[in-house]
């Protein structure tokens, strides 16, 4: 990466950063804002460009800026830039954020949603470089399950940038309405969101009303996935039980994914991938049984955890939240900006 | 192309063909045999071996051979090119087909699954050529469920070779044993197999067991899948219902790709494909209810026909049976020889 740059952004419903990336991944400046929502997405925007000013001017002198690469909530209409009723930006839908930006930076930009940010991420600095691979499949265990495919070092988009939903993937076919329309996907039995509902679920479905999940849960008005978490690592079975039908759904969607794209690698990342060790028995044990694929590139317990070519493997992100703002600012290193740019 | 040729391989359970393509995907000689699986593999290997240089040498004096591509049923490892226990070719689990060929012939060849290079042919000139796309997911439906993905032109075949087993995409979680190891898979509802088996169960299964299904059944003791379709088409409404099942189960898979992958296109090739005015409206409706990716892409009926940037399509296959031996012999034009080539 010579002495050049690039400068990344990381747009979230809450929080935004933009930073500076310089050799190997390394961050060397960064400015780190609240996403000012209620003042309109203009000043979102306002807010962002600015910071992105800002950091230019301070590497004055000291190399060339090789691009500036922006992640948002998805999603996200590509090579275009439009933003689709973006659950985490409540009304930014049909928002052109690409020409937004650019318009006001009077440069083009590379942009892409933020889980396929933090796919590009893993791969480079985290999880991918664990294991030495150059292509992997990651979801994102928050409120929902995002979805971020890189192939090749390269993110796959999609024909409209709309690839990497495999969070709405159906693992029960006659389940609950999803909120994108379809029903059983996987984002309502593996998000912190769906292990929550899953929970209190159990609670109602119960033989026994005065269960210790169900002490937790009516103490507790803030009562969350974690605190489920926390049960079933004390041992709680009822509590464990939903852990497994978490590990029992993210393993049916990894089954068919590694059978379709026999990718060397699989990422869980996100707050709920906290919860591994109280999920992965189930997970392992599902893609066993459903995937053949997986079956004939089944690593050992111990090549589980170590760099093992020809071997398919499933791991924890690494990164954690700067999975984005790394993402966003390699961009630039790894790929040109689209024909859809609007300059 | 110029002057340049390419010669191609099709091996199959029962047919073995070799062509020589030049300009354009036009196929000029091609020589048709039997596979002669009962005298051994080596005398496969040789026959096979003895037409491309046969072929070979009636090119004498007019251009360069740019290399040869040889498509077998898989499963196939890659780059190494054996095969795993590959139901179609029984007696040649783990035989190294690419090094007893390339032995044979003292030169490099490009080898790919029959899936694979069935896919590599629509995209450039079928199904994919019409719609005006540079990648595509075929499911081909005939005794299995076959498949594979083109990536902007090129075969995707995974870190192991194993991708396009999305026949083996689970939609039915309790559903049936599968030869695979799984249960509920696509192919046990998609494939002529499996539209036979379910007749027959629905004629187990039916109130009125002189219907027009069983009584077809037991006058026929090779009664098949495109028996019940000739039924359907003449308005029975009990073989209709088992066509509603396919287009289900098709739909429930093209969903889970068209949310992960968001490809322009997803073809439909093999026998059971005919059927496709059967199947078709439960498919689309399953898509649009199951995938919110495909609903934000989905043609109007006019769309659906021709080409339309920016929709994502679901088409019959137009190659037919010309497909392997055509992305066989087309892969030379596209791909190089695999580091695992063993010379």
């Given at each position: 990466m010579s002495g050049n740059y690039s400068i990344g952004v990381d747009l979230g419903g809450t929080n935004l950063r933009v930073a500076v990336m310089r050799q190997?991944?390394?961050?060397?400046e960064t400015i780190a804002l609240r996403t000012r929502l209620q003042e309109g997405r203009d000043t979102v925007v306002a807010d962002m460009c600015e910071a992105v000013a800002a950091l230019h001017l301070r590497q004055n002198g000291s190399g060339k800026c090789v691009g500036i690469g922006v992640g948002t909530p998805g999603p996200l209409e590509l090579p275009a830039g439009i933003l689709r009723r973006p659950p985490n930006l409540p009304?930014?839908?049909?928002?052109d954020v690409r020409r937004a930006i650019e318009n006001r930076l009077n440069q083009p930009i590379l942009l892409e949603s933020d889980a396929n940010v933090a796919a590009l991420a893993e791969l480079h600095f985290g999880a991918g470089k664990h294991f030495g691979v150059d292509s992997l499949c990651m979801l994102t265990l928050g409120t929902g399950v995002g979805n971020g495919i890189v192939l090749r070092g390269h993110v796959w988009q999609g024909a409209n940038g709309?690839?990497?939903?495999?969070?709405?993937?159906?693992?029960?076919?006659?389940g609950l309405p999803c909120g994108c329309g379809s029903?059983?996907?996987?984002e309502l039995y593996a998000s912190a969101t769906g292990l929550r509902r899953m929970a209190l679920e159990s609670i109602a479905a119960?033989?026994?009303?005065?269960?210790a999940l169900a002490r937790l849960a009516h103490a507790n008005?803030?009562?969350?996935a974690r605190d489920v978490a926390r049960l079933a690592e004390a041992g709680d079975a009822q509590a464990q039980a939903i852990f497994t039908e978490m590990g029992r759904c993210l393993g049916l969607t990894l089954a068919a994914l590694i059978n379709t794209l026999n990718l060397p690698l699989y990422v869980l990342g996100g707050?709920?991938?906290?919860a591994w060790s109280l999920f992965a028995p189930a997970l392992y044990k599902e893609m066993h049984e459903r995937a053949y694929v997986y079956r004939a590139t089944e690593p050992t317990e111990a090549e589980k955890v170590a760099r093992t070519p020809g071997k398919t493997h499933v791991a924890q992100a690494?990164?954690?939240?700067?999975s984005g703002i790394l993402g966003a600012a390699y961009l630039p290193w790894v790929e040109v900006p689209a024909q859809g740019s609007s300059l």
């Open positions: 190997e991944g390394t961050l060397t009304g930014w839908d049909g928002f709309m690839a990497g939903e495999a969070g709405h993937t159906t693992v029960v076919p006659d029903r059983g996907c996987l119960a033989a026994q009303p005065e269960s008005v803030e009562f969350q707050g709920s991938a906290a690494e990164l954690g939240a700067d």
